[in-house]
């Protein structure tokens, strides 16, 4: 099976004061027992790297390098994706809502991706199976 990370779970993960880090771990150690897949896009990296950086600071970023991205499978966000995310952002006009969630929508909706993985409220208004 593959998982799509989202930012908010990245950052679950690595921030152990978040409401949401033992759940995180829970399902992230559960879901590399089973040998799932795990995806997700250049702009939800440079999302969390900024979050990390920012809150936690930049052994935190490192920690995120050496950890988690050598085992994540990086879907590039080209032009046409980002041009097709930015009209349906506009488009939805949905101020709360980020250009990176807009292309998380995208990969999730146009490969063959089983489940995503956030703690992100947006990702509920939409279709997508969880990860449980």
């Known amino acids: 099976m593959s998982i799509f990370i989202d930012t908010s779970a990245f950052i679950a993960l ?5 409401e949401f880090h033992s759940i995180a771990s829970d399902l992230f150690t559960k879901a590399t027992e ?3 897949k795990f995806f997700t896009s250049n702009y939800v990296i440079l999302e969390t790297i900024f979050l990390l950086q920012r809150e936690i600071g930049l052994s935190a970023v490192n920690d995120f390098k050496k950890s988690m991205l050598p085992i994540i499978n990086i879907i590039w966000v080209d032009e046409k994706i980002h041009n097709d995310c930015l009209n349906n ?4 006009e949905k101020r709360k809502i980020s250009l990176t969630d807009y292309s998380s929508f995208y990969i999730l909706d146009n490969y063959k991706i089983d489940m995503v993985f956030t703690f992100d409220k947006h990702f509920k208004e939409k279709d997508y199976k969880f990860l449980e």
Do not use: Q, V, W, Y
Request: glycine share 0%; proline share 0%.
């Open 89 to 92: 952002l506009i488009a939805a």
């Open 14 to 18: 690595i921030n152990l004061s978040d």
């Open 34 to 36: 089973d040998d799932e």
